[in-house]
């Protein structure tokens, strides 16, 4: 009992300590979770609060304009309204979201997709729905308690004040794809952001895309918003940089107008000079001005139709034989070689067909040209001649030409996903077919543009355009000039590339070779011949293993002068010389209408 009551009075009389300790710990405690909350966390705290009472409106940039060479607007911005949902103030309400898919007239589903696909971005906007019209803002609007964690966006969309013009080369803006995200996250796009998806617009995205600002909106606990964030500063967005091509608008035009002409293939007009396209179509084309709207399933199949491809742009991303064209690179090799001379003749006259080796090689005209000189070949272009021009050129020789030509390589355009066609040689030959699967023969073929030999028409408007001048290859260019907001124009100045492998000596053979061919009564082009005008070209006719020949036909003019290239090509289009009239009707509009209205004209 003894030690029982010592022990009850020493609690009794320390007690008050005790609870005085406890109650100190407690304290401090207490004082140090603040400490923890107010001082270490401070900063989460307080931007959540902040988030909570804060609604940042992102204000989207305006795409940069473009413009032909002349100042004449292609491509401009228009406002529009976009529905959002804030993830952060969306109750997660299912029949809202009825209410909301039946007003946007969306699928309920979709609405829910987007949601959850981006509800851990919490106080990013998640776009349901673009171009809406106004009285579906103006319902969101005077309702707004009804629509909680929804808002619209005012946009730009592209506008086309001329209608469509040039789609292949302008391109379009689209959503961008969940694929297109993972590649280009580090340039700072999101999801629902506009880019790019084609042509200049594609290749210059972001330099036309600029850069988004913010505005901070003060909101009530009810969503309603209360005005301005006081102490805040909007961040004020920044347009995008606007573009200056060298297309001229009545060029473009009227080679749209030409190309319905043809049911598919491609027109391109080149400065020589230069290296400058003044206007360039692809047929079939698209309505570019249909992407301002979303576009149904029904005319994305069409776009992406496998026999026409409408989107592929085949000016420079088809490639294809170059058939006769070719020769020109063929007979100027021929007088660098010392294998022909502007008038020397062939010891074989073409009787229709000749035997190397064990096969026979045919002309396309079977009745046979007879005893030709090169400008004679040239002129009619006869197979024959050229069959034993390749022969005594070999394969190596040729390749070696041809991929100084710039074939087989892209010509660097600043467009996207440009083809570089194919210059084959003799390790392409040894791998495809084994070291005695194939035979020197090969070069009989390509010496005419045939067999396996790829090039694009814009390689072909180049060589033809280096060929006019005299041997210098310009780069072929798109654009004269960007334009960025508040900062000095930045010119897009003509860059060579090099020079032809030839002499001055064959480059003038091959163009009295190509005046014979549009100006001789037995020349291949004559549909090209104009009286005051001295139009020199070539013909081709390309065989298409999947169907009727490939026409084409290239030339420039004056042939004394050169101002001007156009490079034709129509895809099934059999005989190269019943085209070369376009190329007639092109430098009559040119040199008889275009230039009064343009007396400075393309320099």
Not at 417 to 446: I, K, M, S
Not at 476 to 488: A, N
């Amino acid at each position: 009992m003894h030690d029982y009551e010592i022990t009850e009075r020493f609690f009794a009389e320390k007690r008050h300590r005790v609870f005085l300790i406890i109650f100190t710990v407690l304290i401090i405690l207490l004082v140090l979770r603040l400490f923890y909350i107010q001082v270490i966390l401070h900063s989460y705290y307080y931007n959540l609060s902040e988030k909570n009472r804060i609604r940042v409106l992102p204000l989207p940039s305006a795409r940069g304009k473009i413009f032909d060479r002349n100042g004449t607007l292609f491509v401009d911005n228009a406002p529009t309204y976009t529905i959002c949902l804030m993830p952060y103030e969306f109750p997660e309400d299912s029949a809202l979201v009825k209410k909301l898919a039946k007003l946007i007239d969306v699928e309920p589903a979709y609405i829910w997709d987007k949601y959850m696909k981006t509800k851990d971005v919490q106080y990013l906007p998640v776009k349901l729905k673009r171009r809406v019209d106004f009285k579906i803002v103006s319902e969101i609007e005077e309702h707004a308690t009804d629509y909680p964690g929804i808002t619209y966006q005012v946009e730009p969309v592209r506008k086309y004040p001329l209608g469509p013009i040039a789609p292949h080369i302008i391109g379009y803006v689209g959503e961008v794809s969940a694929v297109e995200l993972r590649q280009r996250y580090r340039e700072g796009i999101k999801a629902g952001d506009m880019v790019g998806k084609q042509g200049v617009e594609r290749y210059f995205d972001n330099v036309l895309r600029g850069k988004d600002g913010a505005r901070f909106l003060e909101v009530g606990a009810n969503g309603e918003v209360v005005g301005p964030v006081k102490e805040r500063n909007d961040i004020q967005s920044q347009n995008g940089a606007n573009i200056t091509l060298t297309i001229d608008k009545d060029i473009q035009q009227y080679l749209e107008w030409l190309a319905k002409y043809i049911k598919l293939g491609t027109i391109i007009v080149m400065n020589p000079n230069n290296g400058e396209i003044l206007g360039a179509v692809s047929v079939p084309d698209f309505d570019n001005t249909i992407f301002t709207k979303p576009i149904s399933d029904s005319v994305w199949v069409l776009l992406n139709n496998p026999a026409t491809h409408p989107l592929l742009c085949r000016w420079y991303q088809g490639t294809y034989p170059p058939a006769s064209p070719l020769k020109i690179m063929s007979a100027a090799a021929a007088v660098d070689e010392n294998i022909a001379s502007a008038y020397s003749h062939m010891e074989y006259p073409c009787w229709g067909a000749m035997q190397y080796g064990d096969r026979w090689y045919f002309c396309w005209y079977r009745s046979g040209h007879g005893s030709l000189d090169l400008l004679e070949a040239i002129a009619q272009s006869c197979d024959i001649y050229f069959y034993q021009v390749g022969a005594k050129l070999g394969l190596d020789k040729w390749a070696e030409y041809a991929r100084e030509c710039y074939f087989g390589k892209p010509t660097g355009i600043e467009l996207p996903h440009e083809a570089a066609g194919l210059v084959p040689d003799r390790d392409y030959y040894n791998n495809r077919y084994g070291r005695r699967g194939w035979g020197a023969g090969v070069a009989l073929n390509l010496v005419i543009g045939q067999g396996e030999i790829l090039t694009t028409p814009l390689q072909m408007a180049q060589f033809t355009s280096a060929i006019a001048n005299g041997g210098t290859v310009w780069k072929p260019k798109i654009i004269r000039s960007i334009q960025p907001p508040l900062k000095h124009k930045l010119e897009f100045l003509p860059e060579k590339r090099g020079d032809l492998p030839f002499s001055s000596a064959a480059i003038k053979t091959v163009i009295d070779g190509m005046i014979k061919v549009c100006n001789a009564e037995y020349g291949t082009g004559q549909g090209a011949y104009m009286d005051e005008i001295t139009v020199a070209g070539k013909t081709g006719t390309a065989q298409n293993p999947h169907g009727a020949d490939h026409a084409w036909f290239i030339s420039f003019a004056p042939a004394e002068k050169p101002e001007v290239v156009i490079v034709i090509l129509a895809e099934v289009g059999g005989s190269g010389g019943s085209w070369a009239w376009l190329a007639k009707s092109f430098y009559d509009y040119y040199f008889h209408y275009w230039k009064f209205d343009h007396p400075f004209g393309c320099f």
